[in-house]
């Protein structure tokens, strides 16, 4: 067991992610050492003030373009050197896009699932020595998404790639849980969040989360449960029934 008191040595990859910021504000309360990687810098260094103020013991702020990072282990190791070590990898970054036009720009294709499925993927198995040497404190958590569970024609691209995420990071919690005290692989499913990246979409209804109710959720995650934790909870329930569909009816439903 865990002692979730003990501040933890934190990476976020996409660390100016709305839900991100939120989980990293709770995690700076328990004097969090935080790594924030992302693209803006200035923004960057603005939530790192923050989380000073609000109690994090240290962090240190680095921008790249996550989806191009030719070393991510190199990457890596830097933050460790700078924060100590790495017992947390938070991978947050990604992108919705625009499904209509990546069906016929095959080019806006591979971009996004480059962004949500291959560069994070890679991110995930560079993480994996820096868990391990943590042992059962290590711990990597994708954001992933409950449109990873079937695909529908509204955003099959995009679900295809946090699709894939998922099953690689269920395969790595598979593999770290064959030894007693290793680290854990947490899959974050999140519904309908209210972020940046839906500000496009009319919002309201029970459907919708909010960054800051789904921090502690996050936060909990890491210290247990899972490998797959759908946030919030109800939409495991959801997804069951709409996976369970017939593709008879699912095919005249528009989603
Ligand atoms: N909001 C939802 O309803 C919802 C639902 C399911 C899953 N998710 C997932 O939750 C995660 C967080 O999203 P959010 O809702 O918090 O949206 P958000 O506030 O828009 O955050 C997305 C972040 O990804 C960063 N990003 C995108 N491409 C990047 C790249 N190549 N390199 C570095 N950073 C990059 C963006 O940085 P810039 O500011 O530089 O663009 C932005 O900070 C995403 O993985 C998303 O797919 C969200």
Not at 23 to 31: K, N
Not at 223 to 238: C, D, K, Q, S
Request: net charge positive; proline share 6%; glycine share 10%.
């Amino acid at each position: 067991m865990t002692n979730p008191s003990q501040p933890r040595r934190v990476v976020v990859l996409g660390a100016a992610s709305a839900i991100a910021e939120a989980a990293c504000r709770l995690l700076a309360q328990s004097g969090a050492h935080i790594a924030l990687i992302g693209r803006d810098e200035a923004r960057l260094k603005i939530i790192a003030a923050d989380l000073k103020l609000r109690g994090a013991e240290a962090t240190f702020t680095l921008a790249r373009d996550l989806a191009a990072t030719d070393d991510p282990a190199a990457t890596l190791e830097l933050c460790a050197r700078e924060i100590g070590a790495i017992d947390t990898v938070l991978i947050f970054y990604g992108v919705l896009g625009d499904q209509s036009r990546a069906e016929v720009e095959l080019s806006e294709a591979k971009r996004l699932l480059n962004v949500n499925f291959t560069s994070p993927a890679l991110w995930a198995l560079a993480a994996v020595p820096h868990v391990e040497k943590a042992g059962a404190r290590g711990v990597i958590l994708t954001a992933t998404s409950v449109a990873g569970d079937r695909g529908r024609r509204s955003n099959f691209i995009y679900g295809a790639a946090k699709g894939g995420l998922s099953v690689l990071m269920q395969g790595l919690a598979h593999r770290f849980g064959a030894k007693p005290g290793g680290p854990r692989a947490v899959d974050l499913k999140l519904g309908f969040v209210d972020t940046p990246m839906t500000a496009h979409l009319p919002k309201g209804g029970p459907l919708w989360a909010t960054p800051a109710g789904l921090a502690p959720i996050i936060v909990a995650a890491l210290e247990r449960g899972g490998p797959v934790v759908y946030a919030p909870w109800f939409w495991r329930f959801v997804m069951l029934a709409i996976r369970l569909t017939p593709h008879a009816i699912f095919k005249r439903v528009n989603l």
